[in-house]
């Protein structure tokens, strides 16, 4: 059975930090580009980071550059999002996604939610 399971989110205050992390079994995660997406109150889905599958390339959404940082750890299965500095607006519902090389493969965790507020 695959799965993705995100941990980790919790109330912030603005300034903080946090590290969601995203655990995956049933399918070779080895092969998947993993991929953070967020989705705030009343908006839709939007890329956070995304990172290769060997971890050697890692891209970011503009608003998390410099904040930011995806890693994955093949022998664990595992992906993680440090974010420092959190912003109001990254209180949202963090998803991770997995997508198979050369596949139309796809896969989504049902999220953590993450609260930023004082």
């Known amino acids: 059975q695959v799965r993705l399971v995100e941990s980790g989110g919790c109330l912030v205050q603005p300034g903080g930090s946090l590290r969601p992390s995203c655990a995956a079994s049933g399918f070779t995660f080895r092969y998947y580009v993993m991929k953070w997406y967020r989705q705030g109150p009343g908006k839709g889905r939007e890329l956070v980071a995304g990172v290769t599958i060997d971890g050697g390339r890692k891209n970011y959404a503009e608003s998390v550059k410099g904040r930011f940082t995806d890693s994955r750890d093949n022998v664990r299965r595992m992906v993680y999002l440090q974010m420092n500095s959190l912003k109001l607006e990254g209180t949202a519902v963090y998803f991770c996604?997995?997508?198979?090389?050369?596949?139309?493969?796809?896969?989504w965790g049902q999220g953590t939610q993450v609260t930023v507020s004082s």
């Open positions: 996604k997995g997508e198979g090389m050369g596949s139309n493969t796809e896969y």
